[in-house]
């Protein structure tokens, strides 16, 4: 027996490399074999006269062509009547979103081929020589509504191969996808019509044209793209920095998954560092993945800069500086500047000298000078000089051992001076000019202790002599703030706090520390429900505090209904049913349920039961939950898994922690999965499962009919097929059993877990059977 399988194989195998029919051309995926029987009018016997299908071009190196490629479609028909020529021709009705994109690079290109001899071939446009025939590169509108390039009339033992360019602006999911992603052609024959289909799959990727940078400047630039998104939304992004690990991000601007592209694409980037050159890119964030353009550059001009200029005037000297640094005048009086630059000017007088004040530049007085360097600017200090001097003693205690703090002096003429000064100890300033200085004094946090300056200021006459200021620091009280707790409703309940003091019970209202985290919690009576915060909080769960002002809650506690909590559990009429889908696929649709609670509670668990002959362990590499909030039972925009995991057993049980508050009424919700890209268990060896099993007489019987109308058709293509199918219908017959090469997977809901331990009905909810190829 298995040596007649593997002669029926290999005469399969030499029809295969003589025929068109599986792959005429490397990279072509073909569908069904469509076929138009005839009665011959020369035998009187019922034959099939026509044989048709239709597939599309993969690259070899690539499984599938992507949204954006051009790649070519066929229909090829073969005239397998034993006695009368035919006359072929197609109407093509092409996948969703695929468009022609025929031009001298990818014509349209037709074909008569002798399939008893594939080197026998002829390529025709109009009326070829020896038969009839003919090929437009641009189509008409066919007998079935369809596009309509070309026929030819061939013998038998020939067969017409049309080929049109396509290019794909969507994505095809093949046999997971509906009937518009199929390519269909209708085959007009002598003897009838014929529709062969195959399922067309097409990969997503996103296309960018157009990159390009604009109104370059020093801190500004200008991006642009046109996105090609095929008809998927997602986010659009610009990726920059100063190296090509990028670093900085833009806001996204929003595809709409309604049009082939989004073009003219503007992204403005502020803020950037002049004379500096800049990585970028556009990404698109969708839910078939990530898609980068790729990296430019582009670099900023350098900023133009101002001179800034200080004059010195009076009768004294001093010294001038600025941040940031470039004038020390002393020597250096003029420095150039940024456009944009904030610099401050600081005057420092020499000794026997006071600062009188500033002019030029918008600024004046005494203290320092701020000038914004729009423009050159000019400047001028001026410094006079001393008439008489005195000593100003200051002292510092109160602190902790070891700890300072930081005095500040203004005075005469400009004097502004600071001293940092240790606890218990004292500094001088000798030769300073005779007049009201202020002694200024900061409050001082050691380890969360804060000290507080006694006086915090003071004004201190200084004359020939000597004069004092003395700053004593004391510990500051800590701030504290009250928290109240009022309870309301029906029913009755106890609030406590964490850290301790409220016991609400007894004790609603009780002191906390600024700054300090207070967490409540609600505990119902028994015969009532907690229904819910109010105040600083809301929702039923815990009610967290930050304690940076006086605060008050509210807690509801309302009596239980008779009987207490119950919830029911629902299959909605939009859960998802039993489906095909491919390996590799993200958020399956697995399960939907609703729950019905009597009154408001918190769920805090969902169980999961997993059967079917796919492993799920390993198959299934996240099983999410989604709360479907419009109720449609489908995944929306801003719809995210409230929790997620795997199954760590085959047709084991997964428990999904999900602290979710549940008011009354139905909430619904979605359990999805990501499939793995190669499942776990591979197939036993691949059984016929088409074949019919026939008893061996009737075999025996059939075998020299076959081989007799083989030989009246003149065919050894129809010969060998017919040995090697009745040699496979021996080996596959007996009543032998098929392995199916599937694997299905279903998530049921077993168990549910909530607040207020309630009674559930309508438990388990059982998931759609999931298919999915070996």
Same mark, same amino acid.
């Given at each position: 027996?298995?040596?007649?399988?593997?002669?029926?194989?290999?005469?399969?195998?030499?029809?295969?490399?003589?025929?068109?029919?599986?792959?005429?051309?490397?990279?072509?995926?073909?569908?069904?074999?469509?076929?138009?029987?005839?009665?011959?009018?020369?035998?009187?016997?019922?034959?099939?006269?026509?044989?048709?299908?239709?597939?599309?071009?993969?690259?070899?190196?690539?499984?599938?062509?992507?949204?954006?490629?051009?790649?070519?479609?066929?229909?090829?028909?073969?005239?397998?009547?034993?006695?009368?020529?035919?006359?072929?021709?197609?109407?093509?009705?092409?996948?969703?979103?695929?468009?022609?994109?025929?031009?001298?690079?990818?014509?349209?290109?037709?074909?008569?081929?002798?399939?008893?001899?594939?080197?026998?071939?002829?390529?025709?446009?109009?009326?070829?020589?020896?038969?009839?025939?003919?090929?437009?590169?641009?189509?008409?509108?066919?007998?079935?509504?369809?596009?309509?390039?070309?026929?030819?009339?061939?013998?038998?033992?020939?067969?017409?191969?049309?080929?049109?360019?396509?290019?794909?602006?969507?994505?095809?999911?093949?046999?997971?996808?509906?009937?518009?992603?199929?390519?269909?052609?209708?085959?007009?024959?002598?003897?009838?019509?014929?529709?062969?289909?195959?399922?067309?799959?097409?990969?997503?990727?996103?296309?960018?044209?157009?990159?390009?940078?604009?109104?370059?400047?020093?801190?500004?630039?200008?991006?642009?793209?046109?996105?090609?998104?095929?008809?998927?939304?997602?986010?659009?992004?610009?990726?920059?920095?100063?190296?090509?690990?990028?670093?900085?991000?833009?806001?996204?601007?929003?595809?709409?998954?309604?049009?082939?592209?989004?073009?003219?694409?503007?992204?403005?980037?502020?803020?950037?560092?002049?004379?500096?050159?800049?990585?970028?890119?556009?990404?698109?964030?969708?839910?078939?993945?990530?898609?980068?353009?790729?990296?430019?550059?582009?670099?900023?001009?350098?900023?133009?800069?101002?001179?800034?200029?200080?004059?010195?005037?009076?009768?004294?000297?001093?010294?001038?500086?600025?941040?940031?640094?470039?004038?020390?005048?002393?020597?250096?009086?003029?420095?150039?500047?940024?456009?944009?630059?904030?610099?401050?000017?600081?005057?420092?007088?020499?000794?026997?000298?006071?600062?009188?004040?500033?002019?030029?530049?918008?600024?004046?007085?005494?203290?320092?000078?701020?000038?914004?360097?729009?423009?050159?600017?000019?400047?001028?200090?001026?410094?006079?000089?001393?008439?008489?001097?005195?000593?100003?003693?200051?002292?510092?205690?109160?602190?902790?051992?070891?700890?300072?703090?930081?005095?500040?002096?203004?005075?005469?003429?400009?004097?502004?001076?600071?001293?940092?000064?240790?606890?218990?100890?004292?500094?001088?300033?000798?030769?300073?000019?005779?007049?009201?200085?202020?002694?200024?004094?900061?409050? #001082?946090? !050691?380890?969360?202790? &804060?000290? *507080? +300056? @006694?006086? /915090?200021? $003071?004004?201190?006459?200084? %004359?020939?002599?000597?004069?004092?200021?003395?700053?004593?620091?004391?510990?500051?009280?800590?701030?504290?703030?009250?928290?109240?707790?009022?309870?309301?409703?029906?029913?009755?309940?106890?609030?406590?706090?964490?850290?301790?003091?409220?016991?609400?019970?007894?004790?609603?209202?009780?002191?906390?520390?600024?700054?300090?985290?207070?967490?409540?919690?609600?505990?119902?009576?028994?015969?009532?429900?907690?229904?819910?915060?109010?105040?600083?909080?809301?929702?039923?769960?815990?009610?967290?505090?930050?304690?940076?002002?006086?605060?008050?809650?509210?807690?509801?506690?309302?009596?239980?209904?008779?009987?207490?909590?119950?919830?029911?559990?629902?299959?909605?009429?939009?859960?998802?049913?039993?489906?095909?889908?491919?390996?590799?696929?993200?958020? #399956?649709? !697995?399960?939907?349920? &609703?729950? *019905? +609670? @009597?009154? /408001?509670? $918190?769920?805090?668990?969902? %169980?999961?039961?997993?059967?079917?002959?796919?492993?799920?362990?390993?198959?299934?590499?996240?099983?999410?939950?989604?709360?479907?909030?419009?109720?449609?039972?489908?995944?929306?925009?801003?719809?995210?898994?409230?929790?997620?995991?795997?199954?760590?057993?085959?047709?084991?049980?997964?428990?999904?922690?999900?602290?979710?508050?549940?008011?009354?009424?139905?909430?619904?919700?979605?359990?999805?999965?990501?499939?793995?890209?190669?499942?776990?268990?591979?197939?036993?060896?691949?059984?016929?499962?088409?074949?019919?099993?026939?008893?061996?007489?009737?075999?025996?019987?059939?075998?020299?009919?076959?081989?007799?109308?083989?030989?009246?058709?003149?065919?050894?293509?129809?010969?060998?097929?017919?040995?090697?199918?009745?040699?496979?219908?021996?080996?596959?017959?007996?009543?032998?059993? &098929?392995?199916?090469?599937?694997?299905?997977? $279903?998530?049921?809901?077993?168990?549910?877990?909530?607040?207020?331990?309630?009674?559930?009905?309508?438990?388990?909810?059982?998931?759609?059977?999931?298919?999915?190829?070996?």
């Amino acid at each position: 027996m298995q040596g007649m399988r593997m002669l029926a194989l290999g005469i399969l195998l030499m029809l295969d490399l003589l025929g068109t029919n599986a792959q005429a051309a490397p990279g072509y995926v073909d569908g069904n074999l469509a076929s138009v029987s005839q009665i011959c009018p020369i035998t009187n016997l019922g034959a099939i006269a026509s044989q048709n299908f239709v597939g599309f071009y993969a690259d070899p190196n690539v499984p599938y062509p992507k949204t954006g490629d051009v790649g070519y479609v066929r229909a090829v028909g073969a005239n397998v009547s034993p006695c009368t020529n035919d006359t072929i021709g197609f109407d093509f009705f092409l996948p969703d979103g695929a468009t022609l994109a025929i031009d001298s690079t990818n014509p349209v290109r037709c074909y008569a081929i002798k399939f008893t001899n594939p080197t026998q071939i002829i390529e025709f446009t109009n009326n070829p020589p020896g038969f009839q025939g003919g090929c437009s590169q641009t189509p008409s509108t066919g007998t079935a509504g369809g596009l309509f390039f070309g026929y030819a009339v061939i013998a038998p033992g020939w067969q017409v191969d049309i080929r049109v360019p396509v290019r794909y602006n969507k994505q095809l999911l093949g046999l997971g996808g509906p009937a518009s992603h199929r390519l269909t052609a209708i085959a007009s024959t002598v003897w009838g019509t014929a529709t062969p289909f195959v399922p067309v799959t097409v990969f997503y990727q996103a296309g960018f044209q157009n990159l390009q940078s604009s109104g370059i400047g020093a801190t500004t630039a200008m991006l642009g793209v046109n996105l090609f998104s095929y008809f998927k939304g997602g986010q659009l992004y610009v990726d920059y920095g100063t190296t090509n690990a990028f670093g900085s991000s833009t806001p996204p601007a929003t595809v709409p998954n309604t049009a082939l592209n989004f073009p003219s694409v503007s992204t403005n980037l502020a803020g950037l560092s002049p004379n500096t050159t800049y990585y970028w890119r556009y990404r698109f964030v969708t839910d078939a993945g990530t898609f980068n353009s790729s990296t430019q550059t582009f670099t900023t001009s350098a900023a133009s800069t101002f001179a800034l200029t200080v004059n010195k005037n009076g009768t004294g000297s001093g010294t001038v500086t600025s941040s940031p640094s470039g004038i020390n005048c002393g020597a250096t009086c003029s420095a150039s500047f940024a456009q944009g630059t904030t610099v401050t000017l600081t005057a420092t007088p020499a000794s026997g000298s006071v600062f009188a004040g500033w002019g030029g530049a918008g600024c004046s007085g005494t203290g320092g000078c701020t000038v914004t360097m729009s423009a050159a600017q000019s400047v001028t200090a001026t410094f006079n000089t001393a008439q008489s001097f005195g000593t100003l003693n200051l002292q510092v205690s109160g602190l902790p051992s070891g700890n300072s703090a930081t005095l500040t002096i203004t005075g005469p003429g400009g004097f502004n001076q600071q001293r940092t000064i240790l606890t218990g100890t004292g500094q001088s300033l000798s030769d300073v000019v005779t007049g009201i200085y202020t002694v200024t004094a900061p409050s #001082v946090v !050691m380890s969360g202790t &804060t000290y *507080n +300056p @006694s006086p /915090a200021s $003071q004004n201190v006459t200084v %004359t020939t002599g000597s004069a004092t200021a003395s700053v004593n620091y004391t510990q500051a009280p800590a701030a504290t703030f009250a928290l109240t707790v009022s309870k309301g409703g029906t029913g009755g309940g106890t609030v406590s706090s964490s850290p301790a003091g409220i016991t609400c019970g007894a004790t609603c209202t009780a002191n906390f520390s600024s700054g300090a985290s207070v967490i409540l919690s609600a505990v119902a009576d028994a015969g009532s429900s907690f229904a819910g915060w109010g105040g600083a909080c809301s929702g039923t769960g815990t009610c967290s505090v930050t304690m940076d002002a006086a605060k008050s809650v509210t807690a509801t506690f309302n009596t239980a209904p008779v009987g207490g909590l119950t919830i029911t559990a629902a299959k909605p009429a939009n859960a998802p049913t039993d489906a095909t889908r491919n390996k590799g696929q993200s958020n #399956v649709l !697995m399960l939907a349920f &609703t729950l *019905n +609670p @009597s009154q /408001a509670t $918190q769920l805090q668990s969902i %169980t999961l039961q997993a059967s079917g002959s796919g492993n799920d362990s390993l198959d299934l590499t996240a099983v999410k939950l989604i709360r479907d909030a419009n109720a449609n039972g489908q995944i929306d925009s801003g719809e995210t898994p409230i929790a997620s995991g795997t199954f760590s057993a085959d047709n084991g049980t997964l428990t999904l922690s999900t602290p979710l508050a549940l008011s009354v009424g139905n909430s619904q919700f979605l359990v999805i999965a990501d499939i793995a890209s190669s499942l776990a268990a591979r197939p036993a060896v691949l059984k016929a499962q088409i074949l019919p099993t026939l008893p061996m007489p009737l075999l025996i019987t059939l075998l020299p009919m076959m081989l007799l109308g083989a030989w009246r058709m003149r065919s050894l293509r129809v010969g060998l097929l017919a040995l090697a199918l009745a040699l496979t219908l021996a080996a596959c017959g007996g009543g032998q059993s &098929t392995t199916s090469v599937n694997k299905t997977y $279903q998530i049921n809901l077993t168990a549910v877990s909530a607040q207020g331990n309630p009674t559930l009905n309508g438990l388990p909810i059982t998931g759609a059977t999931i298919t999915v190829q070996k």
